[in-house]
Structure formats: structure tokens, C-alpha cells
């Protein structure tokens, strides 16, 4: 079945890096943009960022550009997010997200596929 | 920015519920509604403002253009207890608005 599965996530001391990776299966992954969404505790949904189908465009939040870096290998069907100076405010619920379209054009239209997600917490 | 109204609302089986969604600048159809019940992932409702995914009920209907949009259950149902979020995806950085949580 179509699906995205998040792992990496963990507990890290604040300025530490850690990075999660989305594993996807039952769909033609090189075909679609993939984003990632995060959730603090109790908190909205904000988007982090996001890469075009084929890993050539590249788009993140403000709250995140300069120490976070997604990327994808379409050979492994992986989406992987580095994040490096990881700060508190960045603890929460990470999880991928599959664009409806291939999001070269730095438009999206629909996040359709979701995976369940995995936690960050940065504590000292 | 996205808005949201309102932030929560109760109603009941079978009521007829509306929520707004207002973007601070002009965003075309590029807004997509998501409901997310406790504990779990969101889900995709409504895409490019008025279009329903595959396998969304048909009490879900969505509207508008530019920067206002609303989302519409015709018929209130126990399972529709969720947050509703709007997101934008017209240009980076995508933002969602703040949700409107509903209890039935």
C-alpha cells in the first residue's frame, strides 16, 4: 500500500544535529514532491520544508533555513531532513508528507500521503 | 499568514457547519483543508480549494478564491470531532492557519 514511514527521531542536547529519514513504498516516488510538517506539543501544524520530485529545487520555513537541509535519494525511495543547531523550540512531532504534484515549480497542491511521524525533543 | 474562524466550535449530529480560512495576500486556489483527530496524522480533505480527495465523504465540500475560502460538513457526523487546518501552497514559505477544532 502507498505509504511514508518517518524514523531518526530521538533526544538531542540543544546545538546538536540529528537527522530523520522517510522511507516511502507502494507508489512511483520519483514522481512527487515530498514535504516536511511538524507539530509541537500541543501546538498547529507548520510546514519545514519541502524538494521537488527529482531533488533539484529545494524550499524551507524561515524559522529553519540555514540549519536545516532536506534531500532525496529516488534510487532508495528515501527523503532525509538534516538538522543541524537544533534549538528547544524545534522539539516536535516530525512527519513526512507527499505532494499531490512535483512541486518544481515551488507551488504545491495538496499534501495527500502522511506519515505517522517521528518525535524530536532537544533538551539539555 | 492564514486565519481561521472560528478557533473551536460545538454543534451537533446533522448540523450544518461552516469554517472560514483568510489568507493575508492573494493565493489563487492553492488552499487545502486537513482534518487531524487526536494523536494521529492529518489528513487531506479538500485540495485546490474546492476539489475532494479520493475517499473524503461527500458532506465535505470546500469554496472561494484569492483570499477567502470556506469549508463546509453538510451533515455533522461523531467522527468529524477533529481539527480542521487550511494551508496555503501559492508561494514558500506554505503556511497553515491556526485550526478550528470542532466537538460533536
Known amino acids: 500500500q502507498v505509504q511514508l514511514v518517518e524514523s531518526g527521531g530521538g533526544v538531542v542536547q540543544p546545538g546538536k544535529s540529528l537527522r530523520l529519514s522517510c522511507a516511502a513504498s507502494?507508489?512511483?516516488?520519483?514522481?512527487?514532491?515530498v514535504h516536511w510538517v511538524r507539530q509541537a506539543p500541543g501546538k498547529g501544524l507548520e510546514w519545514v520544508a519541502l524538494?521537488?520530485?527529482?531533488?533539484?529545487?529545494?524550499y524551507y520555513s524561515d524559522s529553519v533555513k540555514g540549519r536545516f537541509s532536506i534531500s532525496r535519494d529516488n534510487s532508495k525511495n528515501m527523503v532525509y531532513l538534516q538538522m543541524r543547531s537544533l534549538r528547544p523550540e524545534d522539539t516536535a512531532v516530525f512527519h513526512c508528507?507527499?505532494?499531490?504534484?512535483?512541486?518544481?515549480?515551488?507551488?504545491?497542491?495538496?499534501?495527500?500521503?502522511w506519515g505517522q511521524g517521528t518525535t524530536v525533543t532537544v533538551s539539555s | 499568514q492564514m486565519t481561521q474562524s472560528p478557533s473551536s466550535l460545538s454543534a451537533s449530529v446533522g448540523d450544518r457547519v461552516t469554517f472560514t480560512c483568510r489568507a493575508s495576500?492573494?493565493?489563487?486556489?492553492?488552499l487545502h483543508w486537513y482534518q487531524q483527530r487526536p494523536g494521529k496524522a492529518p489528513r487531506l480533505l479538500i485540495y485546490?480549494?474546492?476539489s475532494l480527495q479520493s475517499g473524503v465523504p461527500s458532506r465535505f465540500s470546500g469554496s472561494g478564491s484569492g483570499t477567502d475560502f470556506t469549508l463546509t460538513i453538510s451533515s455533522l457526523q461523531p467522527e468529524d470531532s477533529a481539527t480542521y487546518y487550511c494551508?496555503?501552497?501559492?508561494?514558500?514559505?506554505?503556511?497553515f492557519g491556526p485550526g478550528t477544532k470542532v466537538d460533536v
Open positions: 507502494g507508489f512511483a516516488f520519483g514522481a512527487y514532491g
Open positions: 495576500q492573494y493565493i489563487s486556489t492553492f
Open positions: 485546490a480549494a474546492s
Open positions: 494551508q496555503q501552497s501559492f508561494s514558500t514559505p506554505f503556511t
Open positions: 508528507a507527499r505532494d499531490v504534484g512535483t512541486a518544481t515549480t515551488g507551488q504545491g497542491y495538496g499534501m495527500d500521503v
Open positions: 524538494v521537488s520530485h527529482d531533488g533539484s529545487n529545494k
